[in-house]
């Protein structure tokens, strides 16, 4: 009985934790008062939390004045200085701040509207991140460099939307420019698929893995490819743009202008255009839950869009014998249901005879890998001082 007690004792304590924790990441800096009426804990919780966790090293307290009031404003720590992470998708833009200790500081996600314009999406950001830079009672000059990671391939020459289409409203966009001049720091511009793979590699599943694949799935398939302990850009930056890879000759007209590419075939258009009739409008967000909740319909769609993919990956695999792949995006949500058919399609496409098979992971960050490997990019690249050589962008 005593040793039932205490572990539900230590879980409410984790529990109390994650809530207090979660509160400043998603509001800011906050006073105790204001702490306890956020996370719904008592003045007296949230006093010793904050005790503990100042210890850790994990929040900073200082005095401030509320109403007039003396308070204690309460703060997660900083370490050197911090990196900003902009992933900018086709209906959503995440924002991360992360410090060189690799915490996170602070997350926001907003919707966009599709064919959002950039000059309208990167004030919106700019505008975010003075926010936010308030919220969190931080200085501009605290930022070390801000890394974006964009749904399109990157050139490796200006670092512009590499393949007109694939994310409109943004062809021709200087995307480093405006964000240099607004926070007078270096801005580095990659693929989504690229920076996640960063992320992993630095704080994920492959973390100390030199050669590896990732694959991300979402509105569209990516895979980042490190070789050596460095992202593999290709010449022109379209290495690892698997969902332009052709398996269908007589299949629909793909945003980049070729026939029955892989992207066609697995989009979140598509997979939920499969279920229309008998579950109507849904996103690929309901598909991925209600997979989860045991729909069968859902789970086929994904399953089958697994082997797909899987069957694609396994030829990149041949040609670049990678250590592991790690799966991220939003169909990696779904589990087992995304990752087993992978797998099998994965392994039965590779060579029979191989020392071992290769291993698959479902990624430590699914969701927003590529906004905290922006982040990690620019505090990475701070580090080593190494920054400010380009221009104006630069591309891992």
């Known amino acids: 009985m005593t040793r039932r007690l205490f572990g539900s004792q230590t879980s409410l304590r984790e529990a109390n934790r994650a809530n207090l924790m979660d509160s400043l990441h998603r509001f800011g800096a906050m006073t105790q008062v204001e702490l306890a009426e956020v996370t719904g804990l008592s003045t007296a919780t949230v006093s010793t939390l904050v005790h503990q966790l100042v210890d850790e090293g994990l929040l900073e307290t200082k005095g401030t004045t ?44 907003l919707p966009l509207a599709f064919g959002h314009k950039a000059d309208t999406t990167l004030e919106r950001a700019m ?51 405006p964000l ?33 694949v990732y694959i991300g799935t979402g509105d569209g398939v990516g895979a980042g490819i490190m070789i050596g302990g460095s992202i593999l850009h290709g010449v022109t930056g379209l290495a690892g743009e698997i969902g332009h890879i052709q398996i269908d000759p007589l299949g629909s007209i793909c945003a980049c202008g070729n026939r029955g590419c892989l992207n066609t075939v697995v989009s979140e258009d598509r997979l939920v255009q499969l279920l229309s009739v008998t579950h109507g409008n849904m996103t690929l967000d309901d598909l991925v839950a209600k997979a ?22 396994a030829d990149l695999c041949i040609s670049v014998d990678p250590e592991i792949v790690v799966l991220g ?30 291993d698959v992971r479902v990624s430590d960050h699914p969701i927003d890998g590529a906004a905290l490997g922006g982040a990690l990019v620019a505090i990475e690249y701070s580090d080593r001082n190494i920054a400010a050589a380009p221009a104006q962008s630069k591309a891992i």
């Open 292 to 313: 989860n909740d045991g729909d069968p319909g859902c789970r086929r769609v994904i399953s089958d869009a697994a082997v797909r993919i899987g069957q694609v990956v």
């Open 127 to 177: 505008v975010l991140i003075n926010e936010t830079l308030n919220n969190i009672d931080a200085d501009v000059n605290e930022i070390v460099g801000i890394g974006v990671a964009v749904a399109a391939p990157v050139a490796t020459t200006d670092h512009m939307i590499a393949i007109p289409g694939i994310l409109p409203g943004w062809d021709g966009v200087d995307i480093a420019s």
């Open 66 to 109: 509320r109403n007039g009031r003396r308070a204690t404003l309460v703060a997660l720590a900083r370490h050197q200085g911090m990196g900003i992470g902009l992933w900018v998708e086709r209906r959503q833009l995440t924002l991360v701040f992360v410090d060189f200790s690799k915490s996170i500081i602070a997350k926001h996600v």
């Open 329 to 358: 995006g939003k169909l990696a949500l779904a589990g087992e249901t995304f990752s087993r058919p992978f797998d099998e399609a994965l392994q039965r496409m590779l060579f029979p005879d191989a020392v071992s098979p290769i």
């Open 180 to 212: 240099k001049t607004a926070f007078n720091c270096p801005v580095y511009v990659d693929n989504d698929a690229n920076l996640s793979a960063f992320c992993e590699a630095r704080m994920g599943v492959a973390l100390g893995r030199r050669n590896f």
